[in-house]
Structure formats: C-alpha cells, structure tokens
Antibody
Framework: EGQLVESGGGLVKPGGSLRISCAAS????????MTWVRQAPGKGLAWVSS????????HYEESVRGRFTISRDNAKNSLYLQMNGLGVEDTGVYFC??????????????????WGQGTLVTVSS | DIQLTQSPSFLSASVGDRVTITCRAS??????LAWYQQKPGKAPNLLIY???TLQSGVPSRFSGSGSGTEFTLTINSLQPDDFATYYC?????????FGQGTKVDVK
C-alpha cells in the first residue's frame, strides 16, 4: 500500500523560503510520479505541482511557477518542495501524494493515493 | 485550464438518506475523474477513480458515474461516518484541478 510522511513545515516571514519533504515507504518510490496538494485554512484542495518518476518531467500550478521547485531523490525515497518568495497566500497544509496509474475503460487512468498526513506552512510577519 | 464545479456546495442530510453530488467539467475529461472524502484535520481519502471504479475497501454504498463533462457521486443510505466534505479531481490534463467541495452535514 505505502506510506507517506511530510515534514519541514513551519512559520516563515513573507518573502522567505522553506523546503518541505515527503518520505516514502512501503513501495518502490522510483516507479511512481508524485504530487503536492495544498489546502489553505478553511478552504478546498488545490493541486500545486507534480513530478515524474525519474524527475525529468515537472508541472506547476500557475501561481507557484518560478517560485516553487519540486524535486525528488529516488535513492532516499524522498520528495521535496522548495518554496521561495513565500506570500501569505501560500499558507496552508501541504500534502504529498502518489500518482497511481491503472487500466480503465478509456485506457490508463491516474489518481492520487495514498496521501501523507500533511505539513503546515504558515507565512506571516 | 479545466474548471470543475460541484453542486451543491452544502448539503444537509439524515442517516439513511440517498445523497447525490454532481461535478461538472468546463470541457470533456473522458473518465479521468476521482472522488475524495475529507474529514477535518485529515488527509483526503480516495473513494472512486476512473469516474466509476470503487477503491478497494470503500463501502459499496458509494458509487460514481458519468463521463465527458458531467459526473455524480452517490451515497446510498448515508451512515454517520459519511458526514464529511467531498471533492472531485480531474486528471485529464495539467493543471490538475479540484472541485470546490461539497460539505455534507447533519440535518
């Protein structure tokens, strides 16, 4: 099944930087694409970024492109999100998730599962 | 970008009720849709993937249907553990997008 555990969240001032991590266990991490999803306090879920299994393909949500960098270390079974130029709008719980792939009626389908428990990032002066 | 619109945003229901949540996509996404349940302070929990495939271990009272631009999540005979917020997610293209959520609370 697999387990994901995020860490590295905390309080940072506007304009500051933070790197959060996601440690994977119980599955072959190097096989799977991974993703970050965030949730602002009292708000809904928002996709942030995804990275392919090798790390060669990355995607970002428009508001974080150029400020955030997703990366991974397959030897360490770890996923990272380097966040620079943080603003108050970046405050929230950040979840990592595995991008599952399977056969479905239209060929292959994807979904996010499992998820970590999340790490809280607070941007405030 | 593909927008997902869930309706309703809030739903009051009683134990035993049949509940239906709709997710409409701004353009066709085939069957590349998943449904999640989230409780306060917890990570989302996968219910349905590929629009209609029930995730292993999820009770059979949950079902999903639809393709293209209109999808539904149905909960037959709502149970006390089902009071939560539900989200749809499209995985047809980047950026991935979620619906705004549907909160199901006690009537």
């Amino acid at each position: 099944e697999g387990q994901l555990v995020e860490s590295g969240g905390g309080l940072v001032k506007p304009g500051g930087s933070l790197r959060i991590s996601c440690a994977a266990s119980g599955f072959d991490f190097s096989w799977w694409s991974m993703t970050w999803v965030r949730q602002a306090p009292g708000k809904g879920l928002a996709w942030v970024s995804s990275i392919s299994s090798s790390g060669s393909h990355v995607h970002y949500e428009e508001s974080v492109r150029g400020r955030f960098t997703i990366s991974r270390d397959n030897a360490k079974n770890s996923l990272y999100l380097q966040m620079n130029g943080l603003g108050v709008e970046d405050t929230g719980v950040y979840f990592c998730a595995r991008e599952e792939v399977g056969y479905c009626s239209v060929g292959t389908c994807e979904w996010f599962d499992p998820w970590g428990q999340g790490t809280l990032v607070t941007v405030s002066s | 970008d593909i927008q997902l619109t869930q309706s309703p945003s809030f739903l009051s229901a009683s134990v035993g009720d049949r509940v239906t949540i709709t997710c409409r996509a701004s353009q066709g996404i085939s069957s590349y849709l998943a449904w999640y349940q989230q409780k306060p302070g917890k990570a989302p929990n996968l219910l349905i993937y590929a629009a209609s495939t029930l995730q292993s271990g999820v009770p059979s009272r949950f079902s999903g249907s639809g393709s293209g631009t209109e999808f539904t999540l149905t909960i037959n005979s709502l149970q006390p553990d089902d009071f939560a917020t539900y989200y749809c997610l499209q995985l047809n293209s980047y950026p991935r997008t979620f619906g705004q959520g549907t909160k199901v609370d006690v009537k």
